[in-house]
């Protein structure tokens, strides 16, 4: 299975403002994903992240709201913009594995104020 | 449209108890993957199990099993002698063959909670 990673691990931001969240793989991966979880909620795919490709949003997510680069195989970002109490989550980003089963990194704890 | 649901929202046993639970799914398609997931206090998913549509074999790991029925829709977990280690959201979810490699349909997810 892959070793994910991200960063920041939690943060506490201020309404209005931008969190650019990172993720890492150990190995190089083609389909990235993006995922939140808000407080007591089940998981809620935000986009799918190709590399050399612009990512595919899910209904109900916006690019404006949340730009996602892949600049190569193994790393992504997603940035929350403009934030709002309600962007208060668990950021996870995954990798599907050899049989479609997905490996998650260890999340981002939001918090807005 | 494809669909997972665990209707137990939360399940409070006590040690060695025997616990088991329940998801239904919902697909138009033939082949599909079944997976369970495991979110301990930390945050952090751990995968679990990982079932295809055309193997109904039960599986057992330790004291984790699956069971895996077609007929009903349902591929259900059970834990043998619960621990308190085992205190943590349980999430099932579901991929579609013509979807595999893309997201995973989540439940709602049950909570575990184990007390010695």
């Known amino acids: 299975s892959a070793v994910i990673s991200q960063k920041p691990s939690r943060d506490i931001c201020q309404r209005g403002t931008s969190l650019t969240i990172q993720c890492q793989v150990d190995s190089q991966v083609t389909m990235m994903f993006w995922y939140r979880q808000q407080p007591g909620q089940s998981l809620t795919l935000i986009a799918t992240?190709?590399?050399?490709?612009?990512?595919?949003?899910e209904s109900g997510f916006v690019i404006d709201k949340f730009p996602i680069s892949r600049p190569n195989l193994t790393f992504s970002t997603l940035t929350v913009s403009n934030m709002s109490p309600e962007d208060s989550s668990i950021y996870l980003c995954s990798v599907a594995g050899r049989f479609y089963e997905q490996y998650f990194g260890p999340g981002t704890r939001l918090t807005v104020t | 449209a494809q669909k997972v649901t665990q209707a137990q929202t939360e399940i409070s046993v006590v040690e060695k108890e025997d616990v088991t639970l329940d998801c239904v799914y919902e697909?138009?398609?033939?082949?599909?993957?079944l997976f369970w997931y495991k979110q301990p206090p930390s945050g952090e998913l751990v995968f679990l199990i990982r079932?295809?549509?055309?193997?109904?074999q039960n599986e057992i790991s330790g004291r984790y099993s699956w069971n895996f029925q077609k007929s009903t829709s349902s591929f259900n977990f059970t834990i043998t002698a619960s621990q308190v280690v085992d205190s943590a959201v349980y999430f099932c979810a579901l991929s579609e063959y013509e979807q595999a490699g893309t997201a995973l349909i989540f439940g709602k997810g049950t909570t575990l909670s184990v007390s010695s």
């Open positions: 992240a190709n590399q050399g490709s612009e990512a595919t949003y």
């Open positions: 079932r295809n549509s055309f193997d109904e």
């Open positions: 697909t138009r398609d033939t082949t599909y993957y």
